[in-house]
């Protein structure tokens, strides 16, 4: 792993990376997508779904927020996925003193050339673990607002390009309420997926603990995939069919929470939907996307977009799941 810089590899400049980039077949895609949750899963027992869902989420270009009880393993899961691939990584610990800058960087005077220079900040990473994003302030938490959506970031009206591939991966503390800030509803909408990993079974969680005796894995993580197989992928991700039916069942599964819910999900939701299941048919070797995997990726995808109406203890969970249930597969 390196600290991030806006010239190196990780960024959207170097044109010669991806002139060699390789062409990966469908197969090919979903041997590398099932090797990075193998090698993932050498340091994360019992998580298997989250670190799929994870890395389908960087297949389809998309970000991710974790969000449990504190000690679950969060940040360790986005270390141990960020290692697995040949990136650059960046953590930012957000706190109530943190400024919009610490994150994107800041144009410092250079006494010797009489010129501003951009110093760019964590933001400029493959991969970005946000430790507690609902820690900072709203106006903090909105400095990755046009990093998340643009791949790009403005400081003083000049605008640096991020990495490629760029992945935002937040964590969220849900237990301390009154010493957090509720995340902006733009800020939630541009996460492709939201996850919540819960406690370990007795038998992982001793598998666990036999795991960080002595020398804890994620040291001695290898990589198993280089950036270029990831844009690769992702490339290949991007192009896997999505017929018209599958496109219409997805715009009637958003049109019912529209209907039912105070804040229904929004057209970057579905198009979020649209490319987790991509990703999910990827990683089962198909060149299409099909019902099923609509209905897999549902509900981490769309969920934490909605918000039911008044009082009710009705969850946005509960809003898709009522979806799934009653909008028809044509």
């Known amino acids: 792993m390196t600290d991030a ?6 960024g959207r400049p170097a ?7 390789p062409r990966l077949s469908i197969a090919e895609t979903g041997e590398l997508a099932t090797s990075v949750i193998e090698n993932t899963e050498e340091v994360i027992v019992g998580s298997h779904d989250a670190i799929e869902h994870i890395v389908t989420a960087m297949l389809a270009r998309g970000h991710v927020l974790l969000e449990d009880v504190p000690g679950v393993g969060k940040t360790m899961l986005a270390r141990a996925i960020a290692r697995s691939f040949e990136s650059s990584f960046n953590r930012v610990q957000f706190t109530p ?34 430790d507690e994003i609902n820690r ?36 969220q503390n849900a237990v301390e309420r009154n010493r957090t800030y509720e995340l902006p509803l733009a ?24 795991n960080v005796v002595g020398t804890h894995p994620i040291e001695t993580l290898e990589p198993i995939a280089s950036l270029d197989q990831l844009r690769a992928a992702r490339e290949r991700v991007a192009a896997i069919t999505v017929a018209e039916p599958v496109r219409e069942y997805v715009t009637r599964l958003a049109n019912h929470t ?6 229904g999900v929004s057209p970057r939701g579905s198009l979020s939907l649209l490319r ?12 299409y996307v099909v019902p099923d995997d609509i209905q897999h990726e549902a509900v981490v995808t769309l969920a934490h ?4 109406v008044g009082e009710s203890d009705e969850t946005g969970r509960d809003v898709i799941r009522a979806a799934l249930s009653s909008v028809r597969v044509e």
């Open 136 to 171: 900072a302030p709203p106006k903090t938490q909105s400095a990755l607002l046009e990093a998340m959506e643009e791949q790009q970031v403005t400081v003083d009206g000049a605008t640096h390009a991020l990495a490629d591939p760029f992945t935002v991966i937040a964590t």
């Open 276 to 287: 987790a299941a991509q990703a999910r048919a990827a990683l089962d070797g198909r060149e």
């Open 5 to 10: 810089d806006a010239d190196t590899d990780g």
């Open 258 to 263: 529209r209907e039912r819910a105070q804040l």
């Open 15 to 21: 044109t010669a990376a991806t002139d060699r980039q």
């Open 97 to 130: 003193d943190l400024l919009p800058s610490d994150v994107t960087g800041v144009n410092v005077f250079n006494q010797k050339t009489r010129e501003f220079e951009f110093r760019s900040g964590p933001i400029f990473a493959n991969v970005v673990l946000g």
């Open 305 to 308: 977009r909605v918000r039911p």
């Open 187 to 210: 800020e939630v909408d541009r996460f492709m997926k939201r996850l919540e990993l819960g406690y370990p079974t007795p038998d992982d969680e001793s598998a666990m603990l036999e």
